[in-house]
């Protein structure tokens, strides 16, 4: 019989604790306890990429306050999710309630790779927003910008980047393509084009050395100019034009001694 009655107030404390936990839940509720309070957002991105990312961090920033206030229960986190979509220069981002009253917006930046300039015009002299124009690493173009807001990326005057995806993806294959460090790096190169006739090219930041790819096979003529170049360096030796667009074969046109 004892056993019996401690098996029901088991029993019953069972059945219980289900309604005990709701009405404690629904309690809190009705007194705001789950309110959003907090939004938090945490972006992942190239330190050089920080002057460009952090006001179109702000702008998102505050279209999300409107969500404050409101129930984390309730929070329409596939509405907030297509907003977040609407934002071009994210390339993933992953939204996840905070317990009890957060929001936390964790954000891969699709960093800019190409500044899109006019043709004629220098970067360093301008200044209107409606004059430049990013492309990302996934070969987005991104709204127009204003210069002071421009990250570290390489530069083209070449439209066709613009109006042709594939070009625009061709240039970043290249850009993909060289090293991570050293003279050929990314970071060593300031400007990129398109010749309808000859394919892609680049210009190096600090020799002004225009290199030449062509249209394919950009990884090894990326490591065959870098072993040039090194060469050249080791001869003390400066080239005008590196022209990799050759069979087997890397075309030097050394610099005139003055």
């Known amino acids: ?60 920033r505050n279209k999300l306050e409107s969500i404050k206030g409101i129930s984390l229960w309730k929070a329409p986190l596939s509405e907030i999710s297509k907003t977040i979509k609407d934002e071009k220069w994210i390339k993933t981002f992953q939204l996840s309630r905070v317990w009890p009253s957060g929001i936390l917006l964790e954000i891969q930046a699709d960093d800019v790779a190409i500044l899109v300039f006019p043709r004629g015009d220098e970067p360093s002299s301008i200044g209107e927003a409606s004059q430049i124009k990013p492309i990302t690493k996934s070969g987005k173009v991104l709204e127009k910008i204003n210069s002071k807001y421009a990250p570290n990326a390489i530069v083209t005057h070449d439209s066709d980047l613009l109006i042709s995806e594939k070009v625009r993806l061709g240039a970043l294959n290249v850009i993909a393509a060289l090293p991570e460090s050293g003279n050929m790096s990314a970071e060593q190169v300031a400007e990129i084009g398109f010749d309808r006739k000859e394919g892609y090219w680049i210009k190096l930041l600090n020799s002004e050395t225009k290199v030449n790819f062509g249209e394919e096979q950009f990884e090894i003529k990326s490591a ?5 170049i090194d060469y050249l360096e080791s001869r003390n030796l400066k080239a005008r034009v590196i022209d990799a667009n050759l069979s087997k074969k890397v075309l030097v046109r050394l610099q005139q001694s003055p």
């Open 1 to 60: 019989m004892n056993k019996m009655r401690k098996f029901l107030k088991l029993f019953v404390a069972f059945m219980l604790f289900p309604l005990f936990v709701f009405l404690s839940v629904y309690s809190l509720e009705q007194q705001g306890f789950f309110k959003i309070k907090n939004v938090e957002l945490r972006v992942n991105t190239m330190e050089s990429q920080k002057s460009y990312v952090e006001p179109r961090l702000n702008q998102l």
């Open 224 to 228: 065959r100019i870098s072993q040039v």
